[in-house]
């Protein structure tokens, strides 16, 4: 399994200001996923990130709102856009291995945050 | 719509006891699920994971039984213990070249001790 890390861990920021949220790995990835766990809620995807091509997003989430980066195979950026209460959630990476069984998928410890 | 519905939603246990988390998913085309366990504050972790080809997965203590016609599938955790007390998601995927997951509401799990 991978070895996930997330900055920052918690977070409490303002209402209309933006977040950026790092996701590390400790081994090459192709695929890396960012979800959004509302408060007692499921896990919700917000979209899937590949080395060298753009975010595909679901349903529901906008490249405005949530922008992506994705400059290696190790390492990944959300950014939580012109903040509202309503974006007060637990974000989490995931990723999938390389080789092996490529449809699992190992999360990290998840970002906590809450907007004021 | 939701694709995968689980039940229950909270769940108490008296320590060695079983405890049974039932999911049903719609979409045909999944074809592999797994169990993902969530401690307080931590991010979920692979619990055990199956495949549509076998109808029972055993890792120590935890049993994934799988119905393929009935469209169900279910966790196990026998002998259950109050360091199982978690929050349990059951998930289905498509083999469609990347691995989109989709979620179950969750189980929270309480065993008492």
């Known amino acids: 399994s991978a070895v996930i890390s997330q900055k920052p861990s918690r977070d409490i920021c303002q209402r209309g200001t933006s977040l950026t949220i790092q996701c590390q790995v400790d081994?090459?990835?192709?695929?890396m996923f960012w979800y959004r766990q509302q408060p007692g809620q499921s896990l919700t995807l917000i979209a899937t990130?590949?080395?060298?091509?753009?975010?595909?997003?679901e349903s529901g989430f906008v490249i405005d709102k949530f922008p992506i980066s994705r400059p290696n195979l190790t390492f990944s950026t959300l950014t939580v856009s012109n903040m509202s209460p309503e974006d007060s959630s637990i974000y989490l990476c995931?990723?999938?291995?390389?080789?092996?069984?490529?449809?699992?998928?190992?999360f990290g410890p998840g970002t906590r945050l809450l907007v004021l | 719509q939701q694709q995968v519905k689980q039940s229950p939603q909270s769940l108490i246990v008296q320590k060695g006891g079983i405890s049974i988390i039932n999911c049903a998913y719609e979409?045909?085309?999944?074809?592999?699920f797994p169990w993902y366990q969530q401690f307080p504050g931590k991010g979920p972790a692979l619990l055990i994971a199956?495949?549509?080809?076998?109808s029972e997965k055993k890792e120590g203590r935890f049993t994934i039984s799988f119905n393929k016609s009935a469209k169900q599938f279910s966790l196990h955790i026998m002998d259950s213990q109050p360091g199982d007390s978690a929050t349990y998601f059951c998930?289905?995927?498509?083999?469609?070249?990347?691995?989109?997951?989709?979620f179950g509401k969750g189980t929270m799990l309480l065993v008492s001790p």
């Open positions: 199956i495949r549509p080809d076998v």
């Open positions: 990130a590949n080395q060298g091509s753009e975010a595909t997003y």
């Open positions: 081994s090459q990835v192709t695929m």
């Open positions: 998930a289905a995927s498509i083999h469609s070249g990347y691995s989109t997951l989709t």
């Open positions: 979409n045909t085309a999944f074809d592999y």
């Open positions: 995931s990723v999938a291995p390389p080789t092996g069984d490529w449809e699992t998928q190992y």
